[in-house]
């Protein structure tokens, strides 16, 4: 099996299209459908579902492309590693991070990563946690600023940078301000939530704090960014169960905190690779990082 028959397939499971991958990789169409072909042929399986408008994966084909991004990824990981005893850094940074993540300021580490490391490419994606987990545990990513919940894969590390707990934000006319008391999730039996998509963090949290409290909710209004959670919770069609430190987005909302879900907080992490999976340019970022906090 060659890299090369790998760096074809996996561009084809991506684009989910012969030409527009061949495209991409800057081969002949019928040069990459002879690559798969061999790649079938040495597998003795199908890897694609051919038809005149779409290919798709088999599910030979999904169970390889895990192993395939990953492979892909420790070559990668092994040029640069070999470059960095070299003296240069050099390759790509794949960094991921959830909106308005606490305790790391991506732009600054990134821009201050850059003046450090010129000749490394950066490319940075924003996206729930849960999906952010798995871009890093296939590879696709070098590490991510998320929140780590136990249903991530097995094979990331996590590196804590802050933790708070969840709080409360609704209009100021809205009863439970008001009232201006701490609030249970019993408290908020019978309310209208704003929340997030599901594989985001602080949606993660907020469900696993009120299982944990055995009330059930109903997420009414679901949005994915901050600001259209914010304006929604301030015309007061709805309150919003978020970490604390987004209380300083929108002054005008009432801040209550949430009290009775046991030890559930709001931890936000680095998800990485194992040790010998993480690249020379995620190590530096890191360093990078950790110097910061220090």
């Known amino acids: 099996m060659e890299l090369r028959h790998l760096q074809h397939f996996v561009a084809v499971a991506e684009d989910r299209h012969f030409t527009r991958a061949a495209e991409r990789l800057l081969v002949s169409q019928s040069g990459l459908s002879a690559s798969i072909r061999s790649l079938e042929r040495e597998l003795r399986t199908p890897l694609f579902v051919r038809t005149t408008r779409r290919v798709t994966l088999t599910e030979a084909g999904r169970a390889l492309l895990v192993e395939a991004e990953r492979i892909l990824a420790q070559v990668r990981a092994a040029h640069e590693a070999v470059a960095a005893v070299q003296g240069v850094l050099r390759g790509t940074l794949a960094l991921g991070t959830e909106q308005c993540i606490a305790g790391v300021h991506p732009a600054e580490l990134l821009a201050d990563f850059r003046r450090r490391h ?20 296939a590879g696709r990513l070098d590490l991510a600023f998320a929140y780590r919940t136990p249903t991530d894969p097995d094979q990331l ?36 939530f704003v929340d997030f998509h599901p594989d985001w963090g602080p949606r993660r949290a907020t469900d696993t704090a009120f299982a944990t409290a055995g009330v059930r ?13 914010l304006d929604l919770v301030d015309e007061n069609l709805g309150i919003a169960v978020v970490p604390r430190h987004f209380r300083h987005k929108r002054a005008a909302l009432t801040a209550l905190p949430l009290k009775g879900t046991g030890d559930s907080v709001y931890e936000s992490v680095v998800l ?17 990082l950790d110097g910061g906090r220090s």
């Open 118 to 137: 010129p000749d490394v490419e950066i490319r940075l994606r924003q996206g729930g946690s849960a999906a952010l987990a798995e871009e890093v545990a």
């Open 157 to 192: 590390r996590s590196v804590a940078l802050t933790s708070e707990p969840m709080t409360v934000l609704c209009h100021p006319e809205h009863r439970l301000a008001r009232a201006g008391a701490p609030l249970t999730p019993h408290d908020l039996g019978g309310e209208v």
């Open 217 to 229: 909710r109903t997420v009414a209004l679901e949005v994915n960014d901050v600001h259209s959670l």
């Open 272 to 288: 990485v690779p194992s040790q010998e999976a993480t690249s020379p340019a995620a190590r530096a970022l890191m360093a990078l």
